[in-house]
């Protein structure tokens, strides 16, 4: 009896040796793929060899940027962990900019990205931070030198969201600050299927904006001026129950086909194009560090983000 068990486990680990992979340890370069930037980065990453001998990440990955020369100033860190290829679990980017000169001013600046993934997909909160200053240089005729002047303008903006499998659901939030002074507020929901979902807020200088969204269809909207305090009032709860018949029955094509109104769906652009621009800019390295299934070469895209209106047939 103890031959035979002792036989079944060392079976047991010749068939779980058979089919673990040895991970080996990378240090070196990766190209950044980033237009204008010709200095290579430091890595190191755990792979290991498919059947075709290419390298699989899986495990810890580290990437460190220090400028130099031309690009002296911009610094970068970035740390996650792979799955067989795939980023899975938190991924944390850190990135400088230490007096860039920008459109006449140097600039000084910092993002801090936080991203969450599953099996290579964006899934849970994402936040990203970004700060930043400028100042003016001219030239001081008592030392006879180009010097710094004071920190003049700052900026600060706060972004936060969650993902499932790739979607963006859940609640969006953007804060925006010019100088410690909030200038722009928006909180947004969306269903499960990306969806404007609930309330969403928006507010700038001039004015301030409620909508209210079931399953991407616009409820009622109440836009007020901000100076006049003047508000104009959009109400759509006549078509509740038509909006919902047609939401719930969305696959019953029967349902769809007797109905006297069509389903247009809508991308917000404006908000696509500022979640692309905060969480997915090139300065996240998606190309050259791969692994998020939504970066598809080359350009990142995602769902979410969508409304709905009714069309009559």
């Known amino acids: 009896m103890k031959k035979n068990v002792s036989t079944i486990l060392l079976?047991?680990?010749?068939?779980?040796?058979?089919?673990?992979?040895?991970?080996?340890?990378?240090?070196?370069?990766?190209d950044l793929g980033i237009t204008g930037i010709w200095q290579d980065a430091d890595v190191s990453y755990n792979y290991y060899e498919d059947s075709s001998y290419n390298y699989v990440k899986h495990g810890l990955f580290k990437l460190s940027f220090i400028g130099s020369g031309n690009y002296k100033g911009i610094n970068e860190n970035i740390q996650g962990n792979f799955k067989n290829g795939l980023k899975n679990g938190t991924w944390t980017y850190?990135?400088?900019?230490?007096?860039?000169?920008?459109?006449?001013y140097?600039?000084?600046?910092?993002?801090?990205?936080t991203a969450n993934y599953v099996d290579g997909l964006p899934d849970g909160t994402w936040t990203c931070i970004v700060q930043g200053k400028n100042r003016n240089k001219k030239?001081?005729?008592?030392?006879?030198?180009?010097?710094?002047?004071?920190?003049?303008?700052?900026?600060?903006?706060?972004?936060?969201a969650k993902f499932k499998k790739g979607i963006l659901i859940g609640n969006l939030t953007i804060i925006e600050k010019n100088n410690e002074k909030i200038i722009?507020?928006?909180?947004?929901?969306?269903?499960d299927k990306g969806f404007y979902n609930g309330k969403y807020y928006t507010k700038d200088t001039e004015n301030e904006v409620v909508n209210e969204y079931e399953n991407g269809f616009l409820i009622k909207s109440i836009v007020r001026d901000l100076k006049t305090g003047q508000a104009s009032v959009t109400d759509n709860s006549n078509k509740l129950i038509t909006f919902r018949d047609l939401y719930n029955n969305e696959n019953n094509k029967d349902f769809i086909n007797n109905s006297e109104y069509r389903l247009h769906s809508y991308d917000n652009n404006y908000f696509r194009n500022l979640i692309l621009n905060t969480f997915f800019g090139e300065q996240f390295n998606y190309k050259s560090i791969g692994g998020d299934l939504n970066y598809k070469e080359p350009n990142y895209n995602f769902e979410g983000i969508s409304y709905r209106e009714l069309k009559e047939k």
């Open 11 to 30: 079976l047991i680990v010749f068939v779980s040796n058979n089919y673990s992979q040895t991970t080996k340890l990378f240090n070196g370069k990766l």
């Open 94 to 104: 850190d990135y400088n900019n230490n007096d860039i000169y920008q459109n006449d």
């Open 106 to 113: 140097y600039v000084t600046s910092n993002i801090k990205l």
């Open 139 to 160: 030239y001081n005729r008592n030392t006879k030198k180009m010097e710094f002047g004071p920190w003049m303008n700052s900026l600060y903006k706060s972004t936060s």
């Open 184 to 191: 722009e507020t928006n909180n947004i929901n969306f269903n």
